[in-house]
């Protein structure tokens, strides 16, 4: 019997910018410059830059069957641009909510991790009756694939608590 092995798949970090200065790559990300040198990494980043910015990202084989370069190699540049923050990696499909929480845990939790708290995870949402914001928010939240209860309808402590109250301002201030 034989065990079907996962896949790691490469994508270009959400919120970097590459660019060319001189001879290197540069990567731009909140207060970050990144540099990198080396003979052709420009033109190869370029030729692979369409397959990193994939919804799903980009497996090593898939990269191996379009360009003439051996995985090994492969494997070098990709996990040193994971290294540099410039590409994130995961056995799983990708999905964008999880790299965000990703690049806003600063990289200390696992993709991974994230995907299956997502999956699993419940949100309650603590709000007054009929408030058309919070009826909003939670829409989204289960648009994005999240478990969402109103407080009193869960009997154990939720993954994450939300509170939205509707405010209404008075005209005389």
């Known amino acids: 019997?034989?065990?079907?092995?996962?896949?790691?798949?490469?994508?270009?970090?959400?919120?970097?910018?590459?660019?060319?200065?001189?001879?290197?790559?540069?990567?731009?990300?909140?207060?970050?410059?990144?540099?990198?040198?080396?003979?052709?990494?420009?033109?190869?980043?370029?030729?692979?830059?369409?397959?990193?910015?994939e919804d799903n990202g980009v497996s090593i084989k898939e990269l191996e069957e379009n360009f003439e370069v051996e995985s090994d190699q492969l494997k070098h540049v990709l996990e040193f641009l994971v290294t540099n923050g410039m590409c994130v990696k995961t056995d799983m499909n990708f999905d964008l909510t999880?790299?965000?929480?990703?690049?806003?845990?600063?990289?200390?939790?696992?993709?991974?991790?994230?995907?299956?708290r997502l999956k699993t995870g419940i949100v309650e949402v603590i709000t007054r009756d009929h408030n058309p914001v919070a009826a909003e928010f939670i829409r989204h939240l289960q648009e994005a694939g999240l478990h969402v209860v109103l407080k009193g309808e869960l009997n154990k402590q939720p993954d994450i608590r939300g509170c939205y109250w509707q405010l209404s301002f008075r005209p005389d201030f």
């Open 98 to 116: 999880a790299l965000l929480s990703y690049e806003r845990a600063g990289g200390q939790v696992l993709v991974e991790d994230i995907l299956d």
């Open 1 to 53: 019997m034989s065990k079907t092995k996962k896949m790691t798949r490469y994508k270009l970090a959400p919120h970097i910018t590459l660019g060319k200065l001189e001879d290197s790559l540069i990567g731009l990300k909140a207060q970050t410059v990144t540099k990198i040198e080396g003979d052709g990494i420009i033109e190869f980043i370029q030729e692979i830059s369409n397959y990193l910015t």
